[in-house]
């Protein structure tokens, strides 16, 4: 199963929709146990081929923060 909106490119996940019928559900869940958010969400404020190594909520405010 593949979710229409997602925009994760990290599709050797074990977790991306991609590869399991569970939609963005595992991942999600992944993320808020390791007190993270989903990478896919940094697509909306990060510069296109840039890669995000920080996924914690903290640096995704930042940077929504660093556009405003």
């Known amino acids: 199963m593949t979710s229409p909106f997602c925009t994760?490119?990290?599709t050797a996940?074990?977790?991306h929709p991609a590869n399991h019928?569970?939609?963005c559900?595992?991942?999600i869940q992944k993320e808020l146990r390791k007190?993270?958010?989903p990478s896919c969400f940094f697509n909306l404020v990060i510069w296109p081929?840039?890669?995000v190594e920080?996924?914690?909520l903290a640096a995704f405010?930042?940077?929504v923060l660093e556009q405003t």
Do not use: F, M, P, V
Request: charged share 35%; aromatic share 0%; proline share 0%.
């Open 25 to 27: 559900d595992l991942c």
């Open 8 to 10: 994760c490119q990290n």
């Open 21 to 23: 019928d569970q939609g």
């Open 54 to 56: 920080d996924c914690t």
């Open 35 to 37: 007190g993270e958010i």
């Open 49 to 51: 081929g840039e890669t």
């Open 61 to 63: 405010a930042r940077r």
């Open 13 to 15: 996940c074990r977790c």
